[in-house]
């Protein structure tokens, strides 16, 4: 069974700062990796997808990627804002496209 | 529509009633998904749709749980005679092929407090 472990729980860094967030996961035999934002209350935003076949997406400030042979991904956040604060979670996709979540990473960044 | 939907926002139930809990895709979307976000549990699947049809319904928690899809569009999650534990955030999502290769879009949310 699909395990996916998020560290750290939570951060809390001061404005500008740049951050990594890591993700593990246990089976290798990923179709692809999503990292989504959750705000208090709300539902999912999704921000980077890799596909298995890929190393690293990037959107704007934002970079993840990707070793599936070990298990890992990364996400990376340069110039944190306040407005960043949020909780980030991975998710790897297995057959059928079904997700498994990682438990999060509560970031608060301080202005 | 623009996103996925899902109603009610809010729902407050007693222990024993049934609910139902409903999600509009993504249009043209023809895969969906039902996930659940609970304190103790974290995020966790409960079903899928390709169409009208769910291949897999081995995620549901026990068989007060039931779920429907008509018209490749709209998707019913219904919980029968509520217990506490039931209470949780129930997230959908649709993709726009069950595939493993596309991308997820969640709504967001029906919170499912059982008093």
């Known amino acids: 069974k699909q395990e996916v472990t998020q560290i750290p729980a939570a951060l809390s860094v001061p404005e500008g700062e740049n951050l990594v967030l890591n993700c593990s996961f246990t089976?290798?035999?990923?179709?692809?990796l999503q990292w989504f934002r959750q705000d208090p209350g709300k539902g999912l935003t999704s921000l980077l997808l890799?596909?298995?076949?890929?190393r690293e997406q990037t959107s704007g400030r934002l970079n993840a990627s990707l070793d599936k042979s070990s298990g890992r991904s990364t996400l990376y956040i340069a110039a944190s804002q306040p407005g960043d604060s949020a909780t980030y979670l991975c998710?790897?996709?297995?057959?059928?496209?079904?997700?498994?979540f990682g438990g999060g990473t509560r970031l608060m960044v301080k202005p | 529509g623009a996103g996925v939907s899902q109603s009610p926002s809010n729902k407050v139930t007693e222990k024993g009633k049934d609910v139902e809990l409903r999600c509009d895709p993504i249009?043209?979307?023809?895969?969906l998904y039902w996930y659940r976000q609970s304190l103790g549990q974290g995020l966790e699947f409960l079903i899928y749709f390709q169409g009208n049809s769910a291949p897999d319904k081995s995620g549901l928690p026990s068989d007060r749980f039931s779920a429907e899809r008509t018209g490749g569009s709209v998707s019913t999650l219904t919980i029968q005679r509520t217990q506490q534990e039931d209470s949780a955030v129930y997230l959908c999502?649709?993709?726009?092929?069950?595939?493993?290769?596309?991308?997820?879009?969640f709504g967001p949310g029906t919170r499912l407090t059982v008093l």
């Open positions: 089976d290798s035999a990923i179709y692809n």
């Open positions: 998710a790897v996709a297995g057959a059928g496209n079904m997700l498994t």
């Open positions: 249009s043209g979307h023809t895969a």
């Open positions: 999502a649709s993709s726009l092929r069950q595939l493993d290769l596309n991308e997820q879009f």
């Open positions: 890799i596909q298995s076949s890929q």
